[in-house]
């Protein structure tokens, strides 16, 4: 049953590595800027040895942006979706006041483990140690309330957590939920924080790249773990009409799949990544030939870029547009992936330009496609497509077309 | 029409054994209540089996068993709901990092991830479908619902295995008691409400069912609908939202015959129940449930169990009875939870 339902992007917030705002956000990419750099936000042993792509505000500077008064129950993973979702909320001129039903949906891999892993580094060598404030925020729930409470929301709230496909699978719930009727508007996206758990797990699954992530490159040897926040303002075809809005974009088609291979590996062929994009054109009603541009999930990993590059080959029967992969200039942002990366979608439409896969030099053997190397500008961009796929084979596609 | 076609749920109670409902109550004086689990290497790969946490275990057999329930081979969708995923492996990677950042162990953070449960059911089945997960506190498994039944009014599945799973450890149960939420002291479980004491008694459970567009030749009931509230801000709210949701679905209040509370005796909160179910349903049948499931936050999949084998066998057992009203028939349930005050759930269920 076809909902004919359109749903536009009204409003869009980002805080990342590259910028601590959409316009910074754009000016780094533009200006083709990496914000991967040392670990400065904990100690660690792997300080100088592996690379972070850190916001560059401390908490406390995120907690002052907030007009906050101290960061009490405010993890940094709560922290940095409080900032995207009120400038996405900014954005997008709406006024929660009107009545109309919205809703917020976030995503988080990390929620609050910022905090929690401090707890326990205290209370797991000695039991009477160890502040319990650090564990009350510990769950996913708990920073997407606290983002609630922030931007004003209370209709509807949950929160997705699929590994590196979350904030992708929030925007495909929020797309849904309008369709459906269920809601008018959603604030929908996610956010991740850089922690010693994070940084550590994917170091012992030997994934992290030393000289930071080389997305479709030959020689890639990882990723580079990232944190961030980006939160999108979606809204119903009737409210943006009724509303007279100006619109940045709309979410044409949406996709999820699963790999089912493995935990942590996509599989060779790249199936789960074939069926997610295959479902988003079906729902866009669009054909790959009318892509101008793929935003790729692109980590780093010898598995992924393999896997997805062949994917991408298979669907776009190899006539593939430009693509990359933006990772090396924000990291890999986990939950947060798929809306960062959404946004950065809309800014090519915006900007009719293609921004480039940095730190890429040596072409694939496995696949006859390149990304690009360099910033395109002055390139007509109608249609996007983005992919976030995750552990556990957790694979979405979305599509963002010019309105 | 969303059919409930099968069910398989691991709980502190027997509820694995399809055969028999509530006819065997685990009564126990604990700290928490812990599953009564199969032997899993009955129904698992044993070489696999061996790297699985006991989450993860949970969640494969309980959908495994929902599925031979149904009669179902393959899912079109798989959607998990957790309040906080796997205790036991979060706790491991944290620990061993205490000790030193090197040397640690994927295996526990791999698993660690909240949609782990999603993704291996996906393995196991190798299903290729719709696979999500929810973690958001008591409305994870609502969440899940939630969007189960819109895959299928969306008509892009025909069967869907939704879940809700949380487990207790007791390292877990003893930081968190700290913060008042649970029993200071072991408690019997039947006794909860009797004790008047502050704290629920802490559980855990892994629910899974299968949802699907067509009635089959076991369903169990129907899932009209599900409403997630959060901070309504009086009981008058909570009354109109109720109101509106059993009209969005053809109902008015008198048409319910039984209400599952999820009181949960923590003389904190129970005021709530206690306050809705008065003021609310005045005069009808109420029902709990977690003197035998416990207070976990994805604890309304023990609701929905309970809900449908009641549909199904048509029988109102008295082990769940929380008040002394009969029901003049059992046709419509509605499940209330709440958890701390600020997230609030409705589940219609119907025969």
């Known amino acids: ?403 | 029409m969303t059919f409930i076609n099968g069910i398989g749920l691991i709980s502190p109670q027997n509820t694995l054994d399809q055969d028999s409902f509530l006819l065997n109550i685990v009564e126990q004086t604990s700290d928490y209540l812990k599953c009564v689990e199969p032997a899993y290497k009955s129904y698992l790969d044993p070489l696999l089996a061996r790297r699985m946490s006991r989450l993860i275990k949970m969640g494969i057999v309980s959908a495994k068993f929902c599925l031979t329930d149904a009669d179902c081979s393959m899912p079109d969708a798989i959607i998990t709901g957790t309040g906080l995923g796997s205790v036991e492996d979060t706790e491991k990677i944290l620990g061993e990092m205490t000790k030193e950042e090197k040397f640690l162990n994927p295996t526990p953070f791999i698993q660690s991830t909240y949609n782990t449960i999603s993704s291996q059911i996906a393995i196991n089945l190798k299903c290729h479908g719709y696979n999500s997960t929810y973690v958001h506190r008591s409305f994870s498994f609502e969440s899940g619902i939630q969007d189960a039944l819109l895959q299928l009014k969306e008509g892009t599945a025909t069967n869907v295995l939704v879940g809700g799973i949380d487990e207790m450890t007791l390292n877990h149960l003893l930081i968190t008691r700290k913060l008042g939420l649970w029993k200071m002291n072991p408690v019997h479980n039947l006794s909860i409400r009797q004790t008047m004491t502050t704290g629920a008694l802490a559980g855990e459970g892994s629910g899974f069912f299968l949802f699907s567009s067509f009635m089959g030749k076991r369903y169990y009931a129907t899932v009209s609908g599900v409403e997630t509230l959060y901070k309504p801000q009086t009981l008058d709210e909570l009354d109109e939202k109720t109101t509106t949701f059993l009209f969005r679905h053809d109902l008015k209040k008198e048409d319910i015959d039984i209400v599952i509370s999820g009181t949960a005796g923590d003389i904190n909160w129970d005021f709530l129940y206690d306050n809705y179910t008065s003021k609310v349903f005045p005069g009808k049948p109420v029902s709990w449930f977690k003197h035998l499931s416990g207070e976990y936050h994805t604890a309304s999949a023990f609701a929905l169990w309970l809900a449908a084998n009641m549909l199904k066998h048509q029988v109102y057992p008295e082990i769940i009875r929380f008040n002394d009203i009969p029901p003049s028939r059992i046709q419509n349930i509605l499940i209330y939870n709440h958890f701390r005050g600020v997230n609030h759930s409705l589940i219609l269920v119907k025969r």
């Open chain 1, 1 to 403: 049953m076809r909902m004919p339902k359109r749903v536009y992007i009204t409003g869009i917030g980002i805080i990342s590595a590259i910028g601590n705002n959409v316009g910074e956000v754009e000016e780094s990419l533009l200006a083709e800027r990496s914000g991967i750099n040392g670990i400065t936000l904990f100690p660690t042993i792997h300080k100088d040895k592996l690379p972070l792509a850190e916001v560059k505000l401390s908490n406390l500077q995120l907690v002052e942006m907030c007009g906050k008064k101290s960061d009490r129950f405010l993890t940094r993973t709560t922290l940095l979706g409080m900032i995207a979702g009120k400038e996405a909320l900014k954005n997008s001129g709406i006024n929660l006041e009107d009545g109309i039903k919205t809703g917020l949906i976030s995503a988080t891999t990390v929620g609050g483990m910022d905090r929690s892993e401090l707890f326990y580094q205290e209370y797991l060598s000695n039991p009477v140690t160890g502040r319990l404030r650090d564990v009350v925020n510990h769950d996913c729930g708990d920073s997407t309330e606290r983002i609630a409470e922030y931007i004003r929301i209370s209709d509807f709230v949950t929160t997705v957590s699929t590994a590196c496909s979350s904030s992708a699978n929030s925007l495909m719930l929020g797309a849904r939920l309008i369709k459906s009727g269920m809601l008018d508007r959603v604030v929908a996206g996610g956010t991740d924080s850089v922690t010693r758990f994070t940084l550590n797990g994917f170091n012992t699954l030997m994934i992290i790249d030393r000289n930071g992530c080389r997305p479709f490159d030959e020689n890639r040897a990882g990723l580079t773990i990232g944190e961030g926040a980006a939160f999108l303002v979606l809204e119903s075809e009737e409210l943006v009409k009724k509303l007279n809005k100006t619109v940045l974009a709309e979410l044409t088609g949406y996709g999820n799949a699963n790999d089912a291979f493995h935990q942590t590996a996509s599989s060779p062929e790249g199936k789960g990544a074939i069926l997610a994009m295959g479902k988003a054109f079906q729902v866009s009603g669009l054909t790959p030939s009318e892509i101008s541009y793929i935003n790729a999930h692109g980590t780093g990993t010898q598995n992924n870029d393999l896997s997805e590059g062949f994917a991408i080959e298979k669907i776009f029967n190899s006539v593939v547009p430009p693509f990359s992969s933006t990772k090396a200039y924000t990291g890999h942002t986990l939950g947060a992936a798929g809306a960062i990366e959404a946004v950065i979608s809309i800014l090519t439409i915006k900007n009719s330009c293609i921004f480039p896969n940095l730190n890429w030099n040596n072409p694939m053997k496995e696949l006859s496609i390149r990304p690009v190397k360099n910033l395109i500008r002055n390139y007509e961009v109608n249609h996007v497509l983005s992919n976030s796929f995750g552990f556990g084979g957790n694979n979405s596609s979305l599509i963002f077309s010019k309105p």
